[in-house]
């Protein structure tokens, strides 16, 4: 792209996903573009220490592929011919949701699956071939630096990871802060004389586990993908079966409200037993381990309201989950750093960048609005579970009935499941599945249509869908 350089330089704090899209779209608007990232240069398409959720099957929502696919063209393809799946959600995912299976059918609602690592080590390998992003890897950020006036961050403190005599300043007309769930921006207002942002914190405590398997060399089974949902309120564990690349399976558990999923590969398929359905434990019993497994917990979710601030120091923005830690499992967090790379972007190239503070606050409002529905959709269900704790909107027990509706009429009605895909996949608002004829549907089951209703999901049996 031809965009006139509009700062001399920019530092990124984190060179995970959102550091990563940070740096591709700053890349466009800065002569120079710094990525600090505390572990060491990662030489192949494997986990980072500080990123062990990228153990774990994660989702690319469809709103978040369209986004990478602008800013890397021909990324698909280029995973595609590394061993991504291409997958139609429609038809090639068996899915579990709510004590019925989704109805299956040719969409070409097609997504590509792969392991976090392979996804990151793609991006990363294309922005470093960009001329003008530096990454200073095996560095931790020691404190931002800031005028003498405290009203404007200048730059960053770094040392390396492994030796915390050996210190470096960098300067930056902006700083972005995607370090993560342990960013240090709430302990930098509080020095530089600022507020600390409000916060909304849902506690969860979810744990989930992942092994990687050879995948059958024969599949019988019409799936490509298996995701069991727990049915709540009665189960609280949910299993996923995803393809990676190299022919193996990348099978993660979720267990909630304290369900502690497996640490050893001697209870890892036993494990299985006590989701909703069977079907993954009778798909994995007679496999052979091809890793061992790696547990992830993740006792809370938490949401910054930078946006709700009235002062903050100019220079300084913050993005992904320094912003907002999502569930993780409804795989939400890279689809919505990609929507909040798109968003920086779009002002950058509206507006241009000027280093003040109603900038970061400007950007801060943009990143509230691309979190509030997927904050709201992942934690209306996580209340569904009687042992989370946090503060409930009064309009959740109504959500939740109508939603039990929606998520049962989309077992036999298309209509119904797309728009369901749609909000699913950050694509639309919630708004979609208000629409006069969905409404229509959803009143009509509650009010009597009910039986009929489930009369007709027992004729579409989940081996005879197509």
């Known amino acids: 792209m ?17 550091g990563l899209l940070a740096a591709r779209v700053l890349s466009d608007h800065f002569t120079q573009v710094m990525v600090v ?34 800013l890397f063209p021909g990324l698909m393809q280029e995973l595609a011919q590394k061993g991504a799946v291409q997958a139609d959600f429609s038809a090639d995912v068996k899915w579990f949701h709510f004590g019925h299976w989704k109805m299956r059918a040719k969409t070409g609602f097609n997504v590509s699956v792969q392991s976090r690592p392979l996804l990151e080590y793609t991006i990363r390998q294309r922005i470093e071939a960009l001329g003008n992003v530096t990454f200073y890897y ?17 730059g960053i403190r770094i040392q390396k990871a492994d030796d915390r005599t050996a210190r470096e300043d960098l300067s930056a007309d902006l700083v972005v802060d995607a370090s993560g769930r342990g960013s240090k921006t709430p302990q930098w207002l509080e020095s ?7 916060e909304t914190r849902v506690k969860i405590d979810l744990s989930y586990s992942s092994q990687v398997f050879d995948a059958p060399a024969a599949q019988t089974d019409d799936w490509k993908l298996l995701v069991l949902n727990p049915d709540i309120p009665n189960n609280t564990r949910a299993g996923y079966i995803f393809p990676i690349e190299n022919g193996q399976w990348l099978v993660t558990y979720g267990g909630y409200s304290g369900d ?8 890892f398929v036993e494990y299985a037993k006590g989701l909703a359905t069977l079907d993954i434990y009778n798909a994995i019993k007679d496999l052979t381990p091809a890793s061992d497994v790696k547990s992830f917990n993740v006792p809370m979710t938490v949401r910054h309201h930078y946006e709700a601030l009235s002062r903050f120091p100019a220079g300084l923005i913050v993005m992904g989950d320094s912003f907002c830690a999502f569930d993780p499992v409804f795989g939400q967090g890279m689809s919505s750093a990609a929507k909040q790379a798109l968003a920086l972007s779009k002002m ?9 503070a109603a900038f970061s606050q400007r950007f801060h409002k943009c990143v509230s609005g691309v979190v509030t529905t997927p904050w709201l959709l992942a934690t209306s269900e996580d209340f569904r579970y009687p042992k989370t704790e946090g503060k409930k909107e009064f309009f959740i027990p109504i959500l939740h009935w109508y939603t039990g509706h929606i998520f049962a009429l989309s077992a036999t009605d298309m209509e119904v499941y797309s728009a369901f895909r749609a909000v699913m996949h950050l694509q639309t608002g919630p708004l979609a599945l208000f629409k006069p ?13 009910k039986r009929k209703t489930e009369a007709s999901a027992l004729e579409v049996a989940p081996e005879t869908q197509s």
């Open 2 to 18: 031809n965009i006139p350089k509009q700062g001399k330089q920019a530092v990124v704090i984190g060179g995970s996903m959102a």
């Open 138 to 154: 095996g560095y931790a950020v020691e404190d931002v630096i800031a005028s003498e006036d405290k009203t404007r961050v200048t």
């Open 437 to 449: 004829s969905i409404l229509f549907k959803v009143l009509s089951r509650a009010l009597g249509g």
């Open 192 to 198: 530089l004389g600022y507020d600390r942002a409000s």
């Open 260 to 267: 502690k999923t497996p640490l050893t590969s001697e209870t």
């Open 37 to 70: 990232e505390r572990d060491p240069l990662p030489d192949s398409p494997t986990a980072r220490k500080g990123a062990p959720q990228a153990h774990h099957a994660h989702a690319l929502l469809k709103s978040g592929e369209l986004v990478l696919e602008n």
């Open 348 to 356: 950058l190239s509206t507006d241009g960048y000027q280093a003040t």
